[in-house]
């Protein structure tokens, strides 16, 4: 039984910090690719950033120099933190797991999701 748990969600203003965590479980964390999705009302779901299993990282260009993903595997936890958040990041922010398979279908997980908003 493979679970995603997203916390540290939340309202937020202009400017402002928010630190996303995700606890994954019945996976061997370790071996897979963490990623951060994201999805606003009436659009596409996006990419925010990934991780991959030997801590090299992507960030979309619109977060790029404001989010830092990390992942503790000790812990198994991947986190995102988000700094000078805009209006325009807010969204539903999903957690996925990823390891591709050559001879097999790929392992792909997803977490039930945390809303982050920012206004004033």
């Known amino acids: 039984q493979v679970q995603l748990v997203e916390s540290g969600g939340g309202l937020v203003q202009p400017g402002g910090s928010l630190r996303l965590s995700c606890a994954a479980s019945g996976i061997i964390f370790s071996t897979y690719t963490m990623g951060w999705y994201r999805q606003a009302p009436g659009k596409q779901r996006e990419l925010v950033a990934h991780?991959?299993?030997?801590?090299?990282?992507y960030y979309t260009d619109s977060v790029k120099g404001r989010f830092a993903i990390s992942r503790n595997n000790a812990k198994n936890t991947v986190y995102l933190q988000m700094d000078s958040l805009k209006p325009e990041d807010t969204a539903d922010y999903y957690c996925?797991?990823?390891?591709?398979?050559?001879?097999?279908?790929?392992?792909?997980?997803w977490g039930q999701g945390t809303q982050v908003t920012v206004s004033s």
């Open positions: 991780i991959t299993t030997s801590g090299d990282t």
């Open positions: 996925n797991a990823r390891k591709i398979f050559v001879l097999r279908t790929n392992d792909d997980y």
